[in-house]
């Protein structure tokens, strides 16, 4: 059974920085492509970042551009996400995401809320 468990959410004010973890089991972690999404009440979910199997490639959206980090690490089958200079607009729920070609888990969300 794929789990996937979402850690290190919570409130902090704008500016200031979280890491966000994504703890997997269940599965062969080192081969699939892990990402985080996140989502506000009304509206899609969105891409934030996504990193390749070995960590070679990350991507991201350009709203997180420069302020995100996305990490891994294989050993430990945990992902990050490294959220610095933090504004209102990031406040959302943030699901990880593991995937490999037809198959996609969702882990159950962390709430982060920036104040202003």
């Known amino acids: 059974q794929v789990q996937l468990v979402e850690s290190g959410g919570g409130l902090v004010q704008a500016g200031g920085s979280l890491r966000l973890s994504c703890a997997a089991s269940g599965l062969t972690f080192s081969t699939y492509t892990m990402g985080w999404f996140r989502q506000t009440p009304g509206k899609e979910r969105e891409f934030a970042a996504a990193i390749t199997w070995r960590g070679g490639s990350t991507y991201y959206a350009d709203s997180v551009k420069g302020r995100f980090t996305i990490s891994r690490n294989n050993l430990n089958n945990t992902a990050y996400l490294q959220m610095n200079s933090l504004a209102p607009e990031d406040t959302a729920v943030y699901y990880c995401?593991?995937?490999?070609?037809?198959?996609?888990?969702w882990g159950q969300g962390t709430q982060v809320t920036v104040s202003s």
């Open positions: 995401n593991a995937q490999i070609q037809y198959h996609s888990y």
